[in-house]
């Protein structure tokens, strides 16, 4: 069965460091994708950055990567030089491939930048 | 804004009565699915539509629960004599089945309706 952990319920961060926040996931399909996603007070989840399973290199996009160990089946978001307007509740999720529609989220780890 | 819509942003009812939201995807995005966020909680998969067909329900909706999509465009979910247990944030989002189909399925989502069960 899918399952997705984040064991960090908060981190703080300095403004201006990088940050990496734990995903953890299990699946016994070999096709799957792991998202990240982003909600900020106001409630709008926010998509982030995507990784394949399938995908030979880590994502990037802007200031976030996504440390992808798939042996060890994890999938940290790295933000780099934070800014306080990334304080929010961070979520990983993870769709499989093998013909099912379902996403599955983690409880959320939330960021706080401070100044 | 041709972004995620959904309607109302706060629903305020009380116990037994029925509910109805509305989402509006992005138009040209063919798949839509609807979750539901408690407090503290990632997102919790409801339901799945590829155009108008639901092809897939969570064990999490009740018979009191019915969502439809009739032409393939806006849903709504409907939640029948609604218990305390119901209060939580309603979460639409739609997505685009691309030619690589499979696990890459980059959701975007609406604002969300909070729903609170008095």
């Known amino acids: 069965a899918q399952k997705i952990t984040q064991t960090q319920p908060g981190m703080f961060v300095q403004e201006k460091e990088a940050v990496t926040l734990d995903c953890t996931y299990d699946?016994?399909?070999?096709?799957?994708?792991l998202f990240w996603y982003k909600q900020p007070s106001s409630g709008e989840m926010i998509f982030l950055i995507y990784?394949?399973?399938?995908?030979?290199q880590n994502a990037t996009e802007g200031r976030y990567s996504l440390n992808f160990q798939k042996a060890r089946k994890s999938a940290n978001l790295v933000i780099s030089a934070s800014q306080l307007g990334d304080s929010a509740m961070y979520f990983c999720?993870?769709?499989?491939?093998?013909?099912?529609?379902?996403?599955?989220f983690g409880a959320g780890t939330r960021l706080f930048v401070k100044a | 804004d041709t972004g995620v819509s959904q309607d109302p942003r706060h629903k305020i009812t009380k116990r037994g009565q029925n509910v109805t939201f509305r989402c509006d995807p992005i138009?040209?995005?063919?798949?839509l699915y609807w979750y539901r966020q408690t407090l503290g909680q990632g997102p919790e998969f409801l339901t799945y539509?590829?155009?108008?067909?639901?092809?897939?329900k969570s064990r999490l909706l009740s018979d009191r629960f019915s969502a439809e999509r009739p032409k393939g465009s806006f849903s709504t979910l409907e939640i029948q004599r609604t218990e305390q247990g119901d209060s939580a944030m309603y979460l639409c989002?739609?997505?685009?089945?691309?030619?690589?189909?499979?696990?890459?399925?980059?959701?975007?989502f609406g604002p969300g309706t909070r729903l609170t069960v008095l």
């Open positions: 539509f590829q155009n108008e067909a639901q092809l897939e």
């Open positions: 990784q394949g399973s399938y995908d030979q």
């Open positions: 699946t016994s399909d070999p096709s799957y994708g």
């Open positions: 999720a993870m769709r499989e491939g093998g013909g099912g529609f379902k996403t599955i």
């Open positions: 989002a739609s997505s685009l089945r691309g030619a690589s189909g499979g696990a890459r399925d980059t959701q975007y």
């Open positions: 138009s040209e995005h063919n798949r």
